[in-house]
């Protein structure tokens, strides 16, 4: 159990997220649960959204968000150490694709040292740095895995037909010819 001061920062701290959940995922489920250390407390923060299946995908949210706070003796700061973990999984299925199932899980660490008060409580230093942290995490799996598996998807599969995409190249080399064409005629 964690001490008085501790349970009813972890109630606040639950309150808090239930609403940064609310914001941002609009639905889910959201849980804080801190224990106390020598020099501080630690906690983790959990958060999940499950996709309905609407618009013919499916999917699912976790995240796990564990930090240490180490307390300084002066009491007005603070160093906080977080490690995130997002875990995704998605399933599509449609006419013009397909099933495609994509999921996985990121990890990523961060540390700071910030001060403490009233103006900036354990609640909002470590709710700054979640926020932060999923958003870099979004962007990395928007960016580098949603792009890379897009790449990959289309190279492999194609929605057009053959005689469309052989059209396709024909003309494009058609235009190549001209260019080069136009090109030697200025040249000249």
């Known amino acids: 159990m964690p001490s008085d001061r501790l349970r009813k920062l972890e109630m606040d701290a639950n309150a808090a997220f239930d609403l940064y959940r609310e914001m941002y995922f609009e639905g889910g489920v959201s849980s804080v649960y801190l224990w ?4 501080g407390f630690a906690g983790v923060i959990l958060i999940k959204k499950a996709g309905d299946g609407s618009k013919k995908i499916k999917g699912c ?9 180490q ?9 906080y150490k977080l490690t995130s973990t997002a875990m995704l999984w998605l399933q599509t299925n449609k006419l013009g694709s397909g099933t495609m199932n994509l999921g996985g899980s990121l990890t990523r660490q961060t540390e700071t040292d910030t001060g403490v008060g009233d103006t900036s409580p354990h609640i909002a230093n470590i709710g700054r740095m979640v926020e932060d942290m999923e958003n870099k995490i979004r962007n990395i799996l928007n960016e580098i895995y949603f792009g890379k598996t897009k790449d990959i998807v289309n190279g492999l599969r ?8 052989r059209q396709q190249a024909a003309l494009r080399n058609d235009l190549a010819i001209a260019l080069q064409k136009r090109q030697a005629k200025t040249d000249n």
């Open 36 to 39: 106390d250390l020598d020099h």
């Open 71 to 79: 307390e300084k003796s002066s009491g007005r700061s603070a160093h």
């Open 158 to 165: 194609s929605v057009q037909s053959i005689p469309d995409e």
């Open 61 to 69: 949210w976790d995240s796990i968000h564990v930090v240490e706070v």
